[in-house]
């Protein structure tokens, strides 16, 4: 009788740090917002204080404003790899590092997927 009840102890012990630990790991780091790379960019997320991309890049990426940069038909390794350096410092850019700080990875690899498939219409020069 006794030795259940440590038995049981135990498994209750077991079992708590094992839920804590769980949270612990979801606690850390910003929340996935579970949302497409399209309704981002065209919508942003809220609750994370992401504005929606194309209200400055365009919602295909080509932006028709100069001092926002093209993002359509880029490589996507390229801009995942800007995004994370805005969100983890390395790049500092005051409105970049303010949409980026909160994006997932999940998130981020959604963003570049997309607007790497985009087409980019830009003109060569001369073939015109
Ligand atoms: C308020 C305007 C604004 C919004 C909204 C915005 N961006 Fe930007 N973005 C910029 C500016 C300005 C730069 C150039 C920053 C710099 O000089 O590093 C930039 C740069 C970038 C770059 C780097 C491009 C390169 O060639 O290095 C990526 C990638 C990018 N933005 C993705 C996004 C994504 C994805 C979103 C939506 C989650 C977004 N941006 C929302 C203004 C914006």
């Known amino acids: 009788m006794k030795r259940i009840g440590i038995v049981l102890m135990g498994l209750m012990l077991g079992g708590g740090a094992a839920s804590a630990l769980a949270e612990e790991g ?35 990426g080509e932006s028709s404003v100069p001092t926002y940069p093209d993002l359509a038909g880029q490589y996507e390794s390229y801009l995942s790899h800007s995004l994370r350096g805005y969100r983890d410092g390395e790049r500092d850019e005051e409105t970049m590092k303010e949409q980026a700080k909160n994006l997932t990875d999940r998130e981020i690899d959604a963003l570049a997927g997309y607007f790497s498939s985009q087409q980019n219409s830009l003109a060569i020069p001369g073939s015109e």
């Open 26 to 60: 979801h606690s850390s780091g910003p929340e996935d917002s579970g949302l497409t790379a399209k309704e981002i960019v065209q919508e942003g997320i809220p609750d994370k204080g992401v504005a929606a991309c194309q209200s400055c890049h365009g919602e295909t």
